[in-house]
């Protein structure tokens, strides 16, 4: 429709964060391992919304890897 991407909502679908993220771009730490369902939903200056979600599975800690 053309309308410009007016706001973010980013659902990490970890249970130990509820608090979502609202910006365009989010860095978000999973507490556990295991395999997150994340979901962006994004609304247009006429209120139309976009949902996309992608499973991220088996986030773990790498050996070496500080993070």
Excluded: M
């Amino acid at each position: 429709s053309g309308d410009k991407a007016k706001s973010f909502y980013w659902d990490f679908g970890d249970e130990i964060d509820k608090e979502p993220c609202e910006d365009e771009e989010c860095i978000h730490e999973f507490k556990k391992y295991g395999t997150y369902t994340v979901t962006l939903t994004v609304t247009d200056e006429a209120g139309n919304k976009v949902v996309k979600t992608v499973q991220i599975k088996d986030i773990q800690k790498r050996p070496g890897c500080p993070y």
